[in-house]
């Protein structure tokens, strides 16, 4: 069973930056898919931020620019670096994962952009 530890998340002003981390373990494979996704209240979750292991990033079209994705397949850990943050990136933010076993998701960090 892969276990994933989410960290990073808080508060800070719009315009301000966040760093999210995501360690996984327990994983008997290697993993492919890596990255974050988000849920805001009321809405359903989305793509932030998901790489393949060699490394080809997607990013969604509201945080081009503004945030960076990081990968080290060796400690299979991912970090999002957040700048220039805005209150709609106010929500929950979920590591995800895959191996050839299965999907897998973190708890989640609550990530608010406030005044």
């Known amino acids: 069973q892969v276990h994933l530890v989410e960290s990073g998340g808080g508060l800070v002003q719009p315009g301000g930056s966040l760093r999210l981390s995501c360690a996984a373990s327990g994983s008997s494979y290697s993993i492919n898919l890596m990255g974050w996704y988000r849920q805001a209240p009321g809405k359903q979750r989305e793509l932030v931020a998901l790489?393949?292991?060699?490394?080809?990033?997607t990013y969604a079209e509201s945080v081009k620019g503004r945030f960076t994705f990081s990968r080290d397949n060796a400690r299979n850990t991912v970090h999002l670096q957040m700048d220039g943050l805005k209150a709609e990136d106010t929500a929950v933010y979920y590591c995800r994962v895959t191996d050839i076993r299965g999907d897998y998701w973190g708890q989640g960090t609550q990530v608010t952009v406030s005044a």
């Open positions: 790489s393949n292991r060699g490394g080809s990033v």
